[in-house]
T-cell receptor
Framework: AQSVTQPDIHITVSEGASLELRCNYS??????LFWYVQSPGQGLQLLLK??????LVQGIKGFEAEFKRSQSSFNLRKPSVHWSDAAEYFC????????????FGSGTQLTVLP | DVKVTQSSRYLVKRTGEKVFLECVQD?????MFWYRQDPGLGLRLIYF???????EKGDIPEGYSVSREKKERFSLILESASTNQTSMYLC??????????????FGSGTQLSVL
């Protein structure tokens, strides 16, 4: 079955440390890929998206993500985490050329220690 | 700045009640969506609408209906609320643009508790 998986339910990092959040998908062809962030009490906000071309995508708030076709992955990274990055992060996909809407992963909760 | 407004932040209802969740967007977007968010399950699409008076079922439409009489407003209706509909409900909108790669704009959510 087609799906998107975020294997880490909860991640804790210290402020200033680097961060990588994992996302894997299982679709026949490369889908459109997204990362959204949900701060406490807020709706979701788009961080970045990938459709084609350069496999390293830059987003807002200093985040980037790398698409790896061989691993069916689209991991989110940040070199130095800030306390304000504490939030829940969702990977989402739309199968390319499909009429289907976004399918979201189950989310990764990020805690940042001072 | 773009805005998607959900009428209630918290809502408490009783089993069997009819519940209306309202969502308004001020961006003249054609597409609107209702998701529910549950711990460990992420966001799941309930219904969406491409245009006024148009609606499409998402992945989990059972127990829900929707109404889109005006472009800016998209209502989610629970005809007879049940305890398993206790959840966070998120509304989103998106312009049609060049396809399904346009980003979604989300409201802040309505936390519904059904007792």
């Amino acid at each position: 079955a087609q799906s998107v998986t975020q294997p880490d339910i909860h991640i804790t990092v210290s402020e200033g440390a680097s961060l990588e959040l994992r996302c894997n998908y299982s679709y026949g062809a490369t889908p459109y890929l997204f990362w959204y962030v949900q701060s406490p009490g807020q709706g979701l906000q788009l961080l970045l998206k990938y459709f084609s071309g350069d496999t390293l995508v830059q987003g807002i708030k200093g985040f980037e993500a790398e698409f790896k076709r061989s691993q069916s992955s689209f991991n989110l990274r940040k070199p130095s985490v800030h306390w304000s990055d504490a939030a829940e992060y969702f990977c989402a996909v739309v199968p390319s050329g499909s009429a289907r809407q976004l399918t979201f992963g189950s989310g990764t909760q990020l805690t940042v220690l001072p | 700045d773009v805005k998607v407004t959900q009428s209630s932040r918290y809502l408490v209802k009783r089993t069997g009640e009819k519940v209306f969740l309202e969502c308004v967007q001020d961006m003249d977007h054609e597409n609107m969506f209702w998701y529910r968010q549950d711990p460990g399950l992420g966001l799941r699409l309930i219904y969406f609408s491409y245009d006024v008076k148009m609606k499409e079922k998402g992945d989990i439409p059972e127990g829900y209906s929707v109404s889109r009489e005006k472009k800016e407003r998209f209502s989610l209706i629970l005809e007879s609320a049940s305890t398993n509909q206790t959840s966070m409900y998120l509304c989103a909108s998106r312009r049609t643009g060049t396809g399904y790669n346009e980003k979604l704009f989300f409201g802040s959510g309505t936390q519904l508790s059904v007792l």
